[in-house]
């Protein structure tokens, strides 16, 4: 018997002014389901998905629940009033004896259960919100935005947790390695209309271009058959001295089509300006250390940070990230050592706490009252990399509209606080980029072209970031933070950094230890190998000595992958002899496929063996 499906969409539309959100919207979800919700900041994921909860009550249409069916919804801003402790809101809705949930999330998380919501941060409230809808662990999960304000550590725990949870689960996310991992489904919503791919989100670019790219192409061919038809309607009359009012009716239908239609949202217009060089050394830490009472932040650490670079810093919430950067800034001086700061720097700050909007500015007067920015004698002017332009007309360059100008900064979603403060830091020259944390709240595209121009962007960069595909793709060298003082310098970014970092091997069982219960994995030199099974006659000769042989393969694979490990395992092996990195780590890449691509052999002729 089929199913009943979790929740059901029929003929939904809703409009909050202007253009509507959804029109004629419908779809299903159903148990299982895995979906990825997408689409630009601002197209209405998150009142989707608050249509879902039954926050939120549509123009027309039904949203149906079966009765008994659980739907639970992660809150952006929950209510913790009357609660003395997160952990008493997460635990709200369970009984008493299920309370112990709620401290095993809490956990994964890293939040304190304890701690009072009224000096709680943001962060900390969305992670209890968060941990209760885990806790609860309904039939189906609305997650918005689950990653924000998590680090790197408690991303990885909540992927593995939805990984291995048999909820169906609908996924708003910006974090593109997320997303991939968990989703099998995309809801795309774009300019009020909702498309479903039954694909994961590896998939979702190439479909939105081609999508788009037929849009256009259609949009193209229209334009010439309007453009033919009004030239008929405009010559044709000499000739013929009377109308066809039939074709001239058709040419105005064709201009109402064309008008009725809703542009795609372009990307914001942004730019960076690296101004004059910086000297070829920015910054120089000799030993720098620094604790806060016992907590030690930094212990012994040096590094050389030349123009051009691009560091991300990395490690779990709490660690000393921010702390490090503000000690490589100069803004925070080490309990010991020395940091020289290079010349002719021009340094721009993105700060993760958005210190520099005041919430009760209008964005206009966020930027004019910016003393960077400001123009003497011109109240709506604002400077920009040396040129003035108007408030608005540099606002809707970051995809701001006009009406927007004169609202109060409290009023922006998280993704328009960050390209306000990006308009403020891109308005001005800069040769070094400080970026603490830019990705949280910014869509796919914004995010793809942020990245865009730091490709191109001849300065220095900084990053701080949770976000592992972004890191991949911006950084060159990551400084891992792992608590106790220690930091460690790595080549490339977050995928180069697990690979060489000793520790990734405590993350699976090492190869030496691997009980042979399926493929026998390699052994160490001095251990008896695993005894191939007994072939039987299902195997042809060929087949039965590969079979025999493969223990061997992949024992000395696995030993030359732990060699090159331990090589590439050392910090200061990229700086001191890049090229022996460079082989290294081509040759480690090898090794791996080689071994995989052996164990799978092993147990594809194991199996015929036995069957």
Partial sequence: ???????????????????????????????????????????????????????????????????GTSVGYMEQEPDMTGFATLGDFAASRL??????????????????????????????????????????????????????????????????????????????????????????????????????????????????????????????????????????????????????????RALQGLREERAGQIRRQGAAAMALDSGPKSGKRVVEAEGISKSFGDKVILSDFSIKVMRGDRVAFVGPNGVGKTTLLKMLMGEVAPDSGTVTMGTNL?????????????????????????????????????????????????????????????????????????????????????NLLVLDEPTNDLD????????????????????VSHDRDFIDRVAATTIAMEGDGAATVYAGGWSDYRAQRAEGRKDTPKVEKAAPKAAPKAVSGAEAKPAAPAPKAKLSFTEKHRLEELPEVMERLGSEIGKLEQLLATPDLFTKEPVKFKKATEMLAERQQSLADAEEEWLELAEKAEG
């Avoid at 796919?444 to 990053?463: A, H, K, N, R």
Wanted: proline fraction near 4%.
């Fill in 95 to 248: 009984d008493p004896s299920e309370a112990y949930r709620v401290e095993m999330v809490a956990e994964g998380l890293k939040f304190d259960p304890t701690r009072s919501p009224e000096v709680a941060s943001g962060g900390e409230r969305r992670r209890a919100a968060l941990a209760k809808l885990m806790a609860e662990a309904p039939e189906l999960m609305l997650l918005d935005e689950p990653t924000n304000h998590l680090d790197i550590e408690a991303i990885a725990w909540l992927e593995e947790e939805l990984k291995q949870t048999r909820a169906a689960f609908i996924l708003i996310s910006h974090d593109r390695a997320f997303l991939r991992a968990l989703t099998r489904a995309t809801l795309w919503v774009d300019r009020g209309q909702v498309r479903r791919q039954e694909q994961g989100f590896e998939g979702f670019e190439a479909w939105r271009d081609k999508v788009w790219e037929d849009e256009d192409m259609a949009r193209h061919k229209l334009d010439r058959k309007i453009k033919a038809e009004a030239r008929w309607a405009v010559e044709g009359i000499s000739a013929r001295r009377k109308r066809n009012q039939g074709r001239v």
């Fill in 444 to 463: 796919i595209e914004t995010l793809d072209l942020l990245q865009e121009l730091l490709d191109d962007y001849d300065g220095t960069v900084l990053l």
């Fill in 1 to 67: 018997m089929a199913r009943a499906p979790l929740l059901q969409l029929s003929d939904i539309s809703l409009t909050f002014g202007g253009d509507p959100v959804f029109n004629d919207l419908s779809l299903v979800v159903q148990q299982g389901d895995r979906v990825a919700l997408v689409g630009r900041n601002g197209s209405g994921k998150s009142t989707l998905m608050k249509v879902m909860a039954g926050l939120v009550e549509a123009d027309s249409g039904d949203c149906v629940v079966p009765p």
């Fill in 346 to 430: 021009l340094p721009a700050i993105f700060d993760q706490s958005r210190a520099a909007l005041d919430p009760d500015m209008t964005l206009w007067d966020s930027l004019t009252g910016d003393p960077d920015m400001r123009v003497s004698g011109q109240a709506d002017q604002v400077m920009v990399r040396g040129t003035p332009k108007h408030v608005v007309g540099y606002l809707k360059e970051f995809l701001f509209d006009e009406a927007q100008a004169r609202a109060p900064v409290r009023s922006l979603s998280g993704g328009e606080k960050a390209r306000l403060l990006l308009a403020k830091l891109m308005a001005r020259e800069s």
